[in-house]
């Protein structure tokens, strides 16, 4: 059973923008937050952005002025918008939802994995 599906990847030159959607039927807050993340070839899936109950977001420094997470609760669609793109930012994107623990929504580690409902992925690719 697919509980998330992102959309929106692509390829884009250097400075360009994208928007990245996830939807779903798991697309819930949990114990508190969802958030999106990346994995690039040979490099650990990290954290990039998470958005809470309270609309409170958190972003990882290197996309923080470039990339907004939100959530639009009529279409139920959690966002990723990302702007001024460059080369680092390629990798395959994931959203997660329905946070597992309390405090993984407060922690200042946007890289813990505390969510029940992970998407598959889309591929961002920047080219210079």
């Known amino acids: 059973q697919v509980h998330l599906v992102e959309s929106g990847g692509g390829s884009v030159q250097a400075g360009g923008s994208l928007r990245l959607s996830c939807t779903g039927s798991?697309?819930?807050?949990?114990?508190?937050?969802m958030g999106w993340f990346r994995q690039a070839p040979g490099k650990a899936r990290e954290g990039v952005a998470r958005?809470?109950?309270?609309?409170?977001?958190t972003y990882v420094e290197s996309v923080k002025g470039r990339f907004t997470i939100s959530k639009d609760d009529a279409k139920n669609t959690l966002l990723l918008q990302m702007n001024s793109l460059k080369p680092e930012d390629t990798a395959m994107y994931y959203c997660?939802?329905?946070?597992?623990?309390?405090?993984?929504?407060?922690?200042?580690?946007?890289?813990?994995?505390?969510?029940?409902?992970w998407g598959q992925g889309t591929q961002v690719t920047v080219s210079s």
């Open positions: 798991g697309l819930t807050y949990g114990r508190g937050c």
């Open positions: 958005i809470d109950i309270n609309d409170r977001t």
């Open positions: 997660a939802a329905d946070a597992s623990s309390w405090d993984v929504c407060d922690s200042p580690i946007l890289g813990r994995r505390d969510y029940n409902f």
